[in-house]
């Protein structure tokens, strides 16, 4: 059972490889896209049933927003990417868990050993996916942050009040990496397991044994969309009150 | 000792102690939050979405080692 960390490209056009993952994404956006123009063409004051379900969502995204910052109008200015980070990475997790991922693909001999490269495999078990929405989401904090704070938002990081606020301000910078780290690690981590976990449990007992981690996969993607979510909102937040009241 | 069997026990050691911190922040969490619900029976969705929420923080951790046991076994 041939187990690959890297996401298996499928097709090279010149220097450029799609992988797997690519073609995933493409996918979910089409998904997300196609639904999106579906409800706003039809846009009704007595919603529909699929608009239905998406203002359930986005009004309980915008709860646990308010719940952070108990402020409504930075609650409207976070809404719109807080709830793309949330709905994309729950679509591109719980895709992964339809049947025909890592299982459909073509064979090939890599090293003398004949190889399946999957066509599909679900977008956040590869890090150049998880590792493009960290950066975002950070690089979101940021601009958001100078946004509201001016070029005050900078005293964080460089605090020349003392010689412990300076190194506190050293702290801060490294941390803001960190972050990045563990944003993509932990989608990374999370997906790229449940994907390898359901391979392995399927190669012992096919079909009646993944029946609860498909369970487990379930709300591990459901789960690691929210703490994507709350996470960023947290930063968000966090980057814009001002530092003045210690 | 060959680097191969080198190898798995390093892989079967990076997660093996590093699934016991997480484990222990994961169980001391879902008791504190077991003792908040008992006193405020009331507050126990708040209490269950935050400790869920505080979970997969710590689940995290495990998760980076589960990440270099996976990198030891298949790239190096």
Redesign the interface.
Same mark, same amino acid.
């Given at each position: 059972m041939h187990? @690959? =960390?890297a996401a298996e490209k499928i097709i090279e056009v010149g220097p450029i490889a799609i992988t797997n993952t690519i073609l995933v994404t493409w996918i979910v956006i089409a998904v997300l896209s196609f639904i999106a123009v579906k409800i706003s063409r039809n846009i009704k004051t007595v919603p529909g049933q699929l608009q239905n379900i998406f203002e359930f969502i986005l009004e309980a995204i915008e709860g646990l927003i308010q719940d952070v910052t108990v402020d409504k109008a930075k609650t409207r200015k976070f809404l719109p990417l807080v709830a793309t980070f949330f709905i994309f990475i729950i679509t591109a997790n719980w895709i992964g868990l339809i049947p025909g991922f890592e299982t459909i693909g073509r064979w090939t001999t890599e090293n003398g050993e004949k190889v399946l490269v999957p066509f599909f495999r679900p977008p956040g078990s590869d890090l150049n996916t998880t590792l493009a929405l960290a950066i975002i989401s950070i690089a979101a904090v940021q601009i958001f942050g100078i946004k509201s704070l001016g070029l005050k938002y900078f005293k964080k990081f460089l605090n020349f009040k003392g010689p412990i606020e300076f190194f506190v301000g050293i702290i801060e910078t490294v941390s803001e990496f960190a972050k990045i780290i @563990?944003f993509s690690?932990?989608l &990374?981590?999370?997906i &790229?397991?449940g994907a390898?976990l359901l391979a392995v449990i399927s190669f012992f007992i096919p079909f009646v044994a993944a029946v609860p981690f498909y369970g487990l996969e379930l709300f591990v993607g459901f789960?690691?969309a =929210?703490?994507f979510a709350?996470l960023t909102t947290v930063f968000l937040f966090m980057a814009t009150i001002s530092h003045d009241e210690h | 000792m060959s680097p191969e069997s080198m190898k798995l026990i390093a892989t079967a050691l990076a997660i093996g102690i590093g699934g016991f911190g997480p484990a222990l922040a994961i169980g001391l969490l879902a008791s504190k939050a077991m003792e908040a619900i008992g006193r405020n029976p009331e507050a126990a969705p708040k209490i269950q979405s935050a400790m #869920?929420?505080a979970m /997969?923080?710590a689940? /995290?951790i495990a #998760?980076?080692a589960?990440?270099i046991a996976? #990198?030891i076994k298949? #790239?190096v």
């Open positions: 187990i @690959s =960390l @563990s690690f932990r &990374f981590g999370n &790229f397991a390898v789960v690691q =929210l703490v709350m | #869920i929420l /997969a923080f689940e /995290a #998760i980076y589960l990440v996976l #990198i298949l #790239i």
